[in-house]
């Protein structure tokens, strides 16, 4: 043990066994935990300032070898972090389960520091080497932490704040770190809270991978939440049998381990078999059903895969043991997008026509008049259907991202470091469709490179030796109005060319005339899990009469919300949320209308856990703002960009 002679161990001594006098200035226990081990175990002197210690270069790529797909699916979620955190200074760093800095994200106002207390790759921070920090008293704790300032042990890092979240497997097993690393001089809860999240993206998609030969749900009790950080993952066997749940999954179902899960049929766990389930997701274009939990009733949203390396086959041959599938004769996945609508019908048959050629698609709407769900109708329905149906927002990811979901990374880039053997999305679709989505919103630097992909039929990565070939058919969407993006110079007008092989405007649900149809159709996918439930004439008068501003995506939140605040199973206009009037209302243009459209899948994130903490403090703003560690009018600033009132 270290004898305490200088002026800060003597403190930290002090603040350990309990002799201080201001009781260690509010530092946590948890900090008051790794300091013992830095005095008791590791010997360490915090005024001591010996080199960082780094592993050897080959070492370092054998730890990132060892750790090809954590790295992988990281660094998406790093990208997406340093994009929500650019400007405050924070950098984003991953380690691996010993500490060692796996990978990287600077921002240019702490390169300085970075470089100055050894935040570089293969540096080690566990705590024998880096003293109480966030990252090494992460691994410890095996819990979310904030290292602010003076609670760093090592004096060199004391100008540090440090936020760090942990990564398990899906075996439960502490695997690596997520932190954010700056020197911001306030402890900044909002930011562990967006590490926490992206840490459990990683966890997902580590989860997602290695079931990728498995049947598996995932499932919350929102439906918008399904395919976020918080959903519940259950992965299942051909039989119907659960194999493993992550954390989420346990937590939502109230299960302490996953041995209370393991073995048991999905019928167990639900009111709902794995054939039935998957099904109906197939049915829905997978979009998120409602089901119920078995033992206590409690309601969940739930879509279920099969296994990738079955692709299509995978789905039929489960849902053949259980319910036969019964569509109507003749009628394809594109029949069911319309019931007697004459543009709709019109759309249809135009699809249909070009199934089997090689034309691209272009979709015009407004938001939330069914875009994607089209194209995916139109994949199912087309000879490519067991093969991948990927799709990319162009709209939701940073230019830098787009560029290497859609084309691939240079090898050795920082944000590459282990994306080899990671395939771009256009690659990924190879024999398939590949789905853009708000193709309006592609940088401009990039619209050349998919031009060229569609006229060469290749991809070329950055860096790259020779292109891939590749067969995709392409259907794009937007709801913008591409010709005068090009008068502003903001679209090639030759890809524009390129992409308008077909195209085809999806009304608004105001316009449709077959709403009646439609309002039935959405409201049987809603409430598949209580049969009993039915609407009144009333009310479908009701619902066809109002305008409906956010389209069928506003109409099934509708549904949902009267389905599950329903005090009757005939449901009547008097069960209409309370912001949702008979009289009809003026139509507003999409683009305008406030809530989650405008914001990406990280910036929903964000909103959710900002709700959470907002019911927890029951709404008290200057609470909630002193418990982020942030002013009151930053906190409303930031409730404004995530459309919370």
């Known amino acids: 043990m270290l004898q305490p002679t200088g002026t800060r161990v003597r403190f930290i001594d002090s603040v350990v066994r309990g002799r201080s006098r201001n009781g260690g200035s509010g530092a946590p226990e948890y900090v008051k935990r790794s300091w013992r081990r830095c005095l008791d175990e590791y010997g360490l002197d915090p005024d001591s300032s010996p080199d960082p210690v780094v592993v050897s270069r080959q070492d370092l790529l054998a730890r990132k070898e060892r750790n090809l797909e954590l790295v992988s699916f990281a660094d998406v979620e790093m990208a997406n972090l340093y994009q929500q955190l650019a400007g405050s200074g924070y950098s984003i760093i991953l380690t691996d389960r010993d500490g060692v800095l796996l990978s990287y994200y600077g921002d240019p106002s702490f390169k300085r520091a970075a470089s100055r207390t050894g935040l570089v790759p293969g ?7 880096g003293g109480t920090n966030g990252m090494g008293t992460c691994l410890h704790e095996r819990a979310p932490v904030i290292v602010h300032r003076e609670q760093h042990f090592l004096t060199r890092n004391t100008g540090l704040t440090c936020c760090a979240a942990p990564v398990f497997d899906p ?19 909002h930011t562990l809270v967006l590490v926490n999240m992206s840490a459990q993206m990683i966890e997902n998609r580590l989860f997602l991978h290695r079931f990728r030969d498995a049947f598996v749900v995932r499932f919350h009790s929102r439906p918008e939440l399904v395919g976020m950080w918080s959903e519940g993952i259950i992965a299942l066997d051909p039989a119907g049998a659960v194999i493993a749940a992550d954390r989420n999954a346990l937590f939502q179902l109230g299960c302490k381990s996953a041995h209370d899960l393991v073995n048991a049929p999905l019928e167990r766990v639900f009111d709902i078999s794995l054939p039935t389930l998957i099904q109906r997701s197939h049915k829905q274009s997978f979009h998120p059903l409602p089901i119920h939990e078995a033992r206590h009733g409690g309601r969940f949203f739930a879509v279920a895969h099969g296994p990738e390396s079955k692709g299509r086959g995978g789905v039929t041959q489960v849902a053949m043991r259980g319910e036969p599938s019964t569509p109507t004769a003749g009628r394809s996945a594109l029949d069911e997008l319309h019931f007697g609508d004459p543009s709709m019908a019109r759309n249809v048959e135009a699809a ?38 990927v799709a990319v927002n162009c709209a939701s990811m940073p230019e830098a991202e787009i560029q290497i979901e859609l084309f691939g990374c240079r090898p050795g880039g920082i944000a590459a470091a282990s994306r080899e053997g990671r395939p771009s999305k256009i690659v990924q679709a190879d024999g398939g469709t590949l789905f853009l989505d708000e193709i309006g919103d592609l940088p401009y630097a990039l619209q050349a490179r998919l031009l060229h992909v569609l006229e060469e039929r290749e991809v070329i990565a950055p860096g790259a030796q020779a292109p891939i070939k590749v067969g995709i058919r392409l259907v794009s969407a937007t709801h913008c109005k591409l010709e005068e993006k090009i008068r502003r110079g903001e ?24 709403k009646r149809g439609l309002i039935r159709h959405v409201f049987a996918q809603e409430a598949a899990a209580a049969p009993k439930v039915s609407l009144s004439e009333d009310l479908i008068d009701a619902l066809c009469s109002h305008q409906w501003p956010g389209n069928i995506r506003q109409l099934r939140n509708v549904l949902r919300a009267m389905i599950a605040l329903r005090t009757s199973d005939l449901l009547q206009p008097a069960d209409l949320p309370s912001d949702y009037g008979l009289r009809p209302r003026p139509a507003q243009p999409a683009a305008h209308a406030p809530g989650m459209d405008s914001l990406n899948p990280l910036g929903r994130a964000e909103r959710e856990a900002l709700l959470r903490e907002l019911d927890l403090e029951h709404g008290n703003i200057s609470h909630l703002a002193r418990k982020l560690g942030i002013g009151r009018n930053t906190l409303y600033r930031k409730m404004h960009r995530l459309h919370i009132k």
């Open 491 to 514: 679209f090639r007008e030759d890809l524009f060319y390129r992409l308008q092989g077909l195209m085809l405007t999806l009304p608004r649900l105001a316009d449709r005339t077959d």
């Open 352 to 389: 249909k026509r070009v199934l089997s050629r090689d034309i691209p698609i272009l979709l015009l709407g407004e938001t939330g008049t069914g875009k994607e769900l089209f194209a995916r109708a139109l994949h199912a329905a087309s000879e490519r259907a067991d093969k991948p149906f």
């Open 123 to 129: 540096a080690a921070w566990s705590e024998r080497h």
């Open 171 to 189: 075996r439960g097993d502490l695997v690596a770190v997520l932190d954010a690393s700056g020197e911001s001089d306030r402890a900044q809860q």
